[in-house]
């Protein structure tokens, strides 16, 4: 399978400003488990040759304990609006069909709706609902994160902080959680 993908990342979880577990395998999430939810803005891309760009996904995951260690179980949810083609190759893409540290729900289809301003607001069906407000310095300028070791595995070269407070998320199938840490990345992905 051939893909690309240029895409806007959020990232919430459970734990307070700034999870932990980006930082490595030997830090602890706040509440000893990590439970967090990845929200995939598709600017461009194609997965073998089907245009994705105008897609949106999002990943929900829980972890016993830092997410390095594995053991999680997730789930993927993409928005009714992508084709079936769309969703396919959106699919085999995100859920790792070809292997990974999840054992994998079925696939949900509810509407993910993102709202851009001063605030960036996601609601995700009736799953998940986050307002994130990026953190500031004492210039006004969007405070930013480089070099940890989870950036890595997402190829983020930098990522921005924002207290996400009053998130939550609520799946039958996954732990009921709410939280404050969020990041924001920007990232081009290929495979």
Not at 68 to 76: M, P, S, V
Not at 97 to 122: A, C, H, V
Not at 177 to 183: F, K, L
């Amino acid at each position: 399978m051939a893909w690309n993908m240029t895409v806007n990342m959020m990232e919430f979880c459970s734990c307070k400003a700034m999870c932990p577990c980006w930082l490595g395998p030997d830090t602890q999430p706040d509440k000893g488990w990590c439970s967090a939810a990845i929200v995939y803005e598709i600017k461009q891309g194609a997965i073998d040759g089907v245009d994705v760009g105008g897609c949106k996904a999002a990943l929900a995951a829980e972890w016993p304990g830092n997410f390095f260690g594995g053991k999680g179980t997730a789930r993927l949810y993409i928005d009714p609006k992508a084709s079936e083609a769309q969703r396919r190759g959106l699919e085999a893409v995100f859920s790792g069909k070809k292997g990974g540290l999840f054992e994998w729900l079925p696939t949900k289809t509810p509407s993910i709706d993102i709202k851009r301003g001063d605030t960036l607001s996601i609601t995700i069906g009736e799953s998940g609902k986050a307002t994130l407000i990026p953190f500031k310095d004492q210039t006004g300028r969007t405070v930013t994160v480089q070099g940890t070791a989870a950036q890595g595995a997402f190829q983020s070269a930098s990522m921005e902080l924002a207290s996400a407070k009053g998130t939550r998320w609520s799946d039958p199938d996954l732990r009921k959680w709410e939280g404050d840490s969020c990041t924001i990345h920007a990232v081009s992905w290929s495979g």
